[in-house]
């Protein structure tokens, strides 16, 4: 099992080319399934959450083709899938293959949509929480499939094709908004979508939908209409910048000190993250070619953030932001609003010297003047970059375990650190 050995205290400079997104190019991997005509999707990150989803997608009949290097592409330049679903052979998702990524239960949906029927595995919960899907479920209900649950497993029939309905999310869900844009794309007559998530991963979706000849108005907002069509065609679309890698690096810079570019980023995915950046004695400049952070000498101040839906917090930055008030002068409180059990990092990060303390959903940070580094385990995803960046600025040598779980959506973060001048490396096996 891979290891990552960081030796802290060193400053970033230089340029990070920050990847497409993850949890834009997982969904609009599972469009593909929407139509018999090619989908091509380029600036694909080299993930292990993708690969994994190119085997479910397979498993239903498509062909995953992989795009040759084009002139002037550097190591960095993200992938081309060209993915044709031109038959569905199988409208299963086993649990097997379901388990290992949850999102892959997405593929509901354009199963249902375009074939009339499906029965996919039930994802089960993961560490940050009992992940249910009630919501998404209700919305294939809304648009006039029968569903029922047997055995671990979701079996939905549209016999005569779903109908247009109206879809009133009680809480905002990005994986129940991406169903419902799916799914409706393909049923006849018009759905209208009350209190939907509005991550720009919503909007890039939607975006591509609309090019393969789908009629949605409204993404990005909570409020979407979607006109169904009877069939959708191919299209060719570039997945968005990595809002979450974006954030990610940007805190990693704050916590070190120093100056990086990071390139292709756009400040309007994450402009509430950059707030508070800048709140915490960061310097963020919007330039041409992405943004480029800096702290230089003042120290890292405390700052007082919940998590929220888009455009608020992200969830998915909040241990790299606990992270980073480890080592600020004074107080800080973070709240977790989205999911139940995201505090796995506080105790990992205590092992460097961390000062945190749990109340319910909120995170009360004691900043200390340095942390030392030490072994520690990553536990998911977003909280094994946490201890990287706590790694970064602790004295000393750290050892992360367990970096399959960055792997998962962090596409070549020791390469894309060390290049800015940190003491990081992947130790296999
Ligand atoms: C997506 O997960 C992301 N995953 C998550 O990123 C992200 O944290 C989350 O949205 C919130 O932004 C991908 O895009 C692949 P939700 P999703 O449905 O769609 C509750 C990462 O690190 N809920 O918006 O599963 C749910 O329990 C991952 O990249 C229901 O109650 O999240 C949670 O409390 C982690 N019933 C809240 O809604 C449902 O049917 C938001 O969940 C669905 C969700």
């Not at 047997?150 to 094709?161: E, H, L």
């Not at 915490?280 to 070619?289: R, S």
């Not at 945190?356 to 520690?376: E, M, N, Q, S």
Request: proline share 4%.
């Amino acid at each position: 099992m891979d290891r990552i050995r960081i030796t802290g205290g060193r400053p970033l400079n230089g340029s990070i080319p920050i990847s497409g997104a993850k949890n834009a190019a997982l969904p609009l991997m599972i469009a593909s399934l929407l139509t018999d005509q090619m989908l091509i999707l380029e600036n694909v990150p080299r993930l292990a959450d993708v690969a994994q989803l190119q085997r479910i997608l397979n498993n239903h009949g498509v062909d995953v083709m992989i795009g040759g290097k084009k002139e002037g592409e550097t190591d960095f330049t993200g992938q081309t899938l060209l993915l044709s679903a031109a038959r569905i052979v199988d409208t299963t998702a086993p649990y097997e293959l379901v388990s290992k990524m949850r999102a892959s239960f997405w593929v509901v949906a354009p199963l249902l949509a375009r074939m009339g029927e499906a029965k996919v595995s039930l994802p089960g919960g993961c560490a940050i929480g009992t992940r249910p899907v009630d919501l998404l479920l209700m919305v294939l209900e809304r648009l006039g499939a029968e569903v029922e649950i047997d055995a671990g497993y979701v079996i939905t029939r549209a016999k005569n094709g779903l109908k247009g309905g109206e879809i009133v999310f009680p809480k905002v869900t990005v994986g129940g908004t991406h169903t419902a844009l799916m799914a409706a794309s393909l049923a006849s007559g018009t759905t209208t979508i009350e209190n939907a998530a509005c991550e720009p991963e919503i909007a890039d979706l939607a975006a591509c939908i609309n090019k393969m000849g789908g009629r949605i108005t409204g993404a990005g907002t909570p409020n979407i209409t979607i006109e169904g069509v009877s069939k959708l065609g191919g299209a060719r679309h570039a997945v968005v910048a990595d809002r979450i890698e974006t954030g990610t690096y940007a805190m990693a810079v704050a916590m070190t000190g120093g100056d990086v570019l990071l390139q292709n980023a756009a400040p309007e995915l994450l402009q509430s993250a950059l707030d508070v950046l800048v709140q915490a004695g960061a310097v963020i400049t919007p330039t041409n070619q992405g943004i480029r952070v800096q702290r230089n000498g003042a120290g890292i101040l405390p700052v007082e953030v919940s998590t929220a839906p888009f455009p608020g917090f992200p969830t998915d930055l909040q241990a790299q932001l606990m992270a980073l008030m480890t080592r600020a002068k004074g107080r800080s409180h973070i709240t977790e609003t989205i999911f139940e059990n995201r505090f796995m990092h506080v105790q990992e990060l205590a092992r460097l010297g961390a000062r945190i303390t749990l109340d319910g959903d909120t995170a009360t940070i004691d900043g200390v003047p340095k942390l030392k580094g030490a072994p520690v385990m990553a536990t998911d995803l977003r909280a094994s970059v946490s201890l990287v960046i706590g790694a970064l600025a602790a004295e000393g040598e750290t050892m992360v375990n367990r970096v399959y779980h960055l792997d998962r959506g962090f596409e070549r973060l020791e390469d894309k650190l060390s290049a800015c001048g940190a003491s990081i490396e992947r130790l296999t096996g």
